[in-house]
């Protein structure tokens, strides 16, 4: 995949951040990141430019007409609101969902004798999004429409969010787009935050990705230890890849004044799987929330609507991660666990213990992500039942426990890096002016430890892909 490299991605930023503090104004600053961001987007395949201009072109046409309309103009507001969205979800579809479609279409009837193989654009996913909430944040009047399609290409194209998210609302960043303000202390912090996302990705997603890989080969043959061990390093490598990127996006956002919302917040530490879905990728469910479930219905119209409505989130949330069955098992299968909670669980957790809850939680999301993980349904199958056991399987072996042995101290520093645990410690020793001194310093050092670790970690491996790249 084009963009795979993370080295380039910190060289391309680093040349934009000079090329943006050369100049002065807001103004000239907007065209630097434009020119950029558009040159970032040309490298993935410069035909893909040009559906990241029309869509932008497509919503910010819409949202003028929109805005143009007075409110008693209703059913031509509508349609220009309709006119957006079958643009852009159409857009989408062609490009993420055709090949999919056809495929299964072709493996029920045997028509079309070949399915087209459509190469996915690099953030689509993320900016359709990210455009058909700005069209209809326009059209119930949260936001006026942007006269500019400058601005709408510079908000839906700023290359250092806009490729795996978050998924950030025109509203959040409608003021800093056109006057935003950098201080030592917001550039400093950028700087901080950025340099724990890369560390982040660079040393401990990539390691635990590495062992995932070793363990989750041969599959028909890995012990069941093996099985279970690739799939936990796996649950870490896709919380510390995709948290990583928020942070690296929110950190480079900080730097050059854009203030973008948090998307994790400790997601393993939840309780129950509600709590698991408030804290994992916020924008997204925000998102589904607002713009899918609300307008639904949500809960206000009884029972069997609620189920319905939940039905469709999960379902599009499935669709959304990727064009493959597995994915839509995967929302599928969240669905069932949410409905369970909501009418027959909420009463046992809430009286549980909250280490039964987290248990209950975190067994629920492990097995997810082995539906995440596998596309084809015969390997996930094959997964699953060898879990158990299934044909025989060896409980272990002498590779698995070497695995394990040498990834000991990367394991247990994981399973800390997922937790609150080493900010919480943090906070108690502020409180203690000599150990709050050296946390001081620390955090002064702190950035430059870490990029040097992670370019020692980047050397001799340009293939750091992040997983949400795909999506």
């Known amino acids: 995949m084009v963009f795979s490299s993370l080295l380039f991605l910190f060289l391309f930023f680093s040349i934009n951040l000079i090329a943006y503090f050369l100049v002065g104004s807001t103004r000239k600053r907007n065209v630097i990141l434009l020119i ?38 209703e059913g031509r507001r509508r349609f220009f609101l309709i006119l957006a969205c079958v643009g852009l979800l159409g857009l989408l579809g062609i490009f993420k969902y055709a090949g999919f ?57 700023l290359f250092h969010q806009c490729i795996a998210g978050p998924i950030v609302r025109y509203q959040t960043v409608e003021r800093e787009i056109d006057s935003r303000r950098i201080t030592l202390r917001e550039l400093s912090e950028g700087i901080r935050r950025f340099s724990v996302g890369l560390a982040k990705k ?42 990583a990127y928020s942070d690296m996006a929110i950190g480079m956002g900080r730097m050059i004044g854009f203030h ?13 799987v509600q709590d698991f879905w408030r804290r994992w990728h916020i924008s997204l469910s925000t ?74 939680a975190m067994i629920v999301v492990y097995f997810g992500w082995v539906l995440f993980r596998f596309e084809s349904l015969s390997e ?45 410690i943090r906070n108690r020793l502020l409180k203690h002016k000599a150990a709050a001194n050296l946390i001081y310093w620390g955090d002064a050092l702190l950035p430059a430890i870490l990029l040097i670790l992670s370019m020692m970690a980047l050397v001799g491996n340009s293939y750091n892909p992040f997983l949400y790249f795909q999506f």
């Open 36 to 73: 950029f961001s558009l040159i970032f987007y040309a490298w993935g395949g410069a035909a893909y430019l040009l559906l990241l201009t029309g869509e932008a072109f497509i919503s910010w046409i819409c949202a003028l007409l929109i805005d143009r309309e007075d409110d008693q103009a």
């Open 101 to 157: 479609l056809l495929g299964t279409l072709n493996a029920i009837t045997g028509f079309p004798k070949s399915v087209p193989q459509i190469l996915l654009p690099i953030g689509i996913s993320f900016y359709t999004f990210q455009l058909l909430s700005y069209v209809v944040d326009v059209y119930r009047g949260e936001v006026s429409a942007q006269r500019s399609y400058f601005k709408i290409l510079l908000y839906c194209s």
């Open 202 to 243: 660079a040393i401990l997603a990539n390691a635990c990705a590495a062992a995932a890989r070793e363990l989750l080969t041969n599959l028909g043959t890995a012990p069941v230890s093996g099985l279970w061990l690739g799939m936990l390093f796996y649950m870490l490598q896709i919380y510390l890849d995709f948290s």
């Open 260 to 272: 973008y919302l948090e998307n994790f917040n400790y997601p393993y530490t939840a309780v129950s």
């Open 287 to 360: 998102f589904f929330r607002d713009y899918v479930y609300i307008p639904l219905g949500g809960n206000r119209r009884g029972t069997a609507a609620t189920v319905r409505n939940m039905f469709a989130v999960w379902f599009l949330t499935g669709l959304w991660h990727g064009a493959s069955w597995n994915y839509i098992l995967w929302g599928l299968y969240f669905f069932v666990f949410l409905m369970l909670e909501r009418f027959v669980l909420k009463p046992v957790l809430e009286r549980l213990p909250s280490c039964f809850g987290w248990l209950y």
């Open 380 to 424: 996930l199958w094959l997964v699953l039942s060898g879990m158990f056991g299934a044909g025989g399987r060896a409980l272990t072996a002498l590779s698995v426990r070497y695995m394990l042995l040498n990834n000991v101290f990367l394991l247990a520093f994981c399973l800390i890096a997922v937790t609150p645990l080493g900010k919480n």
